[in-house]
């Protein structure tokens, strides 16, 4: 359906966004901190992103928690959704390994299904996912996989970013503990709205994002809220925490997804080479 394909592109750009916003307070000190930092804000992204520039490999821990409401002319129905996901990354070339469980649950039945995830992606072979129903892996297209890489490619200019959310300084707060700074954004839906658009059509390019976006009149985005974590002596990003809730309305219906996700980076710059085993890449069919 048209409605879940471009709200959770949305939801997926704005993770992507909001880690840039500054000010220039010092971070708050929460009740059982004893060793204060006088640093920034925007001190902290800058250093923070002079670290992501030396990161060349990293695990991470991902739980999402996703429910799913559609009303349209088709019908209605309610879906719930729990994943569990390990993954194993390598920056450049690109290597990508990830594997784990999703628990899908429809209210009408109340039936629930354990659908096991893995996944293989790296620049050079292609991205390949495994069905389990089908007991195969299938392979992404070429020139989608081609598309994909580009996306994942381009760089921002930061200082132009920190402009852009100027705008929601007031939204964020900037406190620290022995251990971590702590960011955190609760972002309006209104007034992100713009910001998250324009972010969209910058990664996709306007042709493309015309097409994946559509007319975006009808999204909302409201309670979002995200919670970075990062560590006071490496400026690694230790944890990430989203909660947000879409909602799109257009002639035909209406979609609401709640969405809540923690990812927990670990092993930075400790992660092997990670290659498809030839025999997915051999028995693997073609994405249709």
């Known amino acids: 359906m048209a409605f879940l394909k471009k709200t959770l592109f949305i939801g997926m ?7 840039v916003a500054a000010c220039g307070d010092s971070a708050t000190v929460t009740d059982n901190a004893s060793k204060k930092s006088d640093l920034t804000l925007e001190q902290v992204y800058e250093k923070t992103i002079e670290r992501q520039q030396e990161l060349e490999s990293m695990k991470a821990k991902m739980k999402v928690d996703q429910a799913i ?11 719930t959704s729990a994943s569990d996901l390990n993954m194993d990354m390598i920056i450049d070339p690109m290597q990508l390994y990830v594997e784990g469980t999703t628990a899908v649950k429809e ?14 992606m790296t620049q050079n072979d292609g ?16 020139e989608q996989f081609d598309a994909m890489m580009s996306q994942a490619g381009i760089q921002q200019d930061p200082s132009e970013q ?9 939204d964020f707060t900037f406190e620290q503990n022995d251990d971590e700074y702590i960011l955190t954004l609760n972002a309006d839906g209104e007034k992100f709205m713009d910001f998250v658009l324009q972010q969209a059509k910058e990664a996709l390019g306007g042709e ?3 097409q994946a976006l559509g007319s975006m009149e009808g999204l909302k985005i409201k309670d979002a809220q995200y919670v970075f974590l990062i560590d006071k002596k490496t400026f690694d990003m230790n944890n990430m925490k989203m909660d947000m809730i879409i909602t799109l309305e257009e002639e035909d219906g209406k979609m609401t997804i709640d969405q809540s996700a923690t990812v927990d980076y670990s092993d930075f ?8 085993p030839q025999e997915v890449i ?7």
């Open 13 to 19: 750009t704005v993770g992507t966004a909001v880690i």
């Open 69 to 79: 409401n559609v009303d349209s002319e088709e019908g209605s129905f309610e879906m």
């Open 107 to 120: 209210s009408e039945t109340g039936e629930e299904t354990k659908v096991p995830t893995k996944m293989y």
């Open 127 to 142: 991205y390949y996912l495994y069905e389990e129903s089908a007991d195969s892996w299938f392979k992404l297209p070429e």
């Open 162 to 170: 920190l402009r852009q959310l100027e705008k929601f300084v007031e």
């Open 208 to 210: 493309e994002a015309a």
């Open 269 to 276: 710059n400790n992660v092997d080479a990670i290659t498809i």
């Open 282 to 288: 051999d028995n693997a069919q073609v994405l249709q």
